[in-house]
């Protein structure tokens, strides 16, 4: 929005010429959304002390001693984010303006599902199926935008990492594909959240090295010479990575063993559907599984954790998803969450690597 309405004063105003730079920017968007944190969550904490979430019945005992701690904490993730990003970024890109879109709804969905949960005193929330169906089209809607906006070089390709001159070419096949990515990315973040700032920091280095990719992906040289798809425009995602990062930041002050804070459904649904649509709009959706590849180790454990329970009536892990089976192991908390963190990050050095590998 700045940039929009500045944009006839750069060359008549010093130090304007700064806003051109999608790097400064991005870097003002971090700043934003952790001061907006910092000056909503005092506020919000408070009005939601008598708004709190169930905890699991079924759940590691250390966690009974949490009931009480208001949720629905993703709420200032997401109006951080959106709000810094739309101040700081281009309001006319339609790339930008689209996953904001698909962020918020992300995020009335799950603030939805948490309403739920307060009102009715459970940790069910909405039905697994309905909430998947909502997932679905979303994610659907917001795919065949993205797809319907792609310059006749790129679209119906379907790119993968360590192959440069290997794609898929067809945009039914790949509008049900992104699809599944973005919801599939959704439900892993979500999964995630079950340890305070577990999900949290993964998320802050998936944005990062997604921002990053952004900005390659959209700059002409860079993407050249690194082999990858240029893709006009998709450098502003780097300002709402950078809001996001910020905001999570912001939120982590206060979710920070002992948490006074949980995202809820509301920050991760939203969290994880935003990840996986700026990897569906600068094509690097693989990439995405290596860069968050904690988060796919937590889906995968439940599934698999599913799956054998119904073939044989037994369990793999004490629990599921796989960090509350290291907590049944005797894992402290703050143990199990700072050895995830260095999972996380070591995969997003991987990710980051696919870069150069081609």
Known sequence: MFYNFLFPYFNFIPGMNLLRYVTFRTICALLTSL?????????????????????????PASHLKKQG???????????ATILSSLLWGDIYNNYLIALNLLTFLYCLLGFYDDLLKVKLKNSKGIRGRKKMLFQVVIALLFSYFIESLRSPEVVGRLTFPFLKNFTINSSTFLIIFTAFVIVGSSNAVN??????????????????????????VGHFVFANYLQITYIASVGELAIFCGALIGACLGFLWYNAPPALIFMGDTGSLAIGGALGGISVIIKHEFVLAIIGGLFVF???????????????????FLMAPIHHHFEKKGWSE?????????????FALIGLATLKIR
Request: proline fraction near 4%.
């Open 35 to 59: 001061l907006v944190s910092f000056l909503l969550y005092p506020h919000f904490i408070k009005w939601l002390k008598y708004h709190n979430q169930p905890i699991r019945d079924d759940g």
């Open 69 to 79: 701690t208001p949720t629905m904490g993703g709420t200032v993730i997401i109006a």
């Open 191 to 216: 999964l995630t959240d079950g340890l305070d700032g577990l999900a949290t920091f993964p998320s802050m280095l998936t944005a990062l090295c997604l921002g990053i990719i952004s900005y390659i």
């Open 298 to 316: 937590e889906a995968v454990s439940v599934m698999i954790q599913v799956f054998y329970f119904q073939l044989t009536g037994k369990r793999i």
């Open 334 to 346: 703050s143990t199990v969450v700072i050895r995830f963190w260095i999972i996380s990050f070591v």
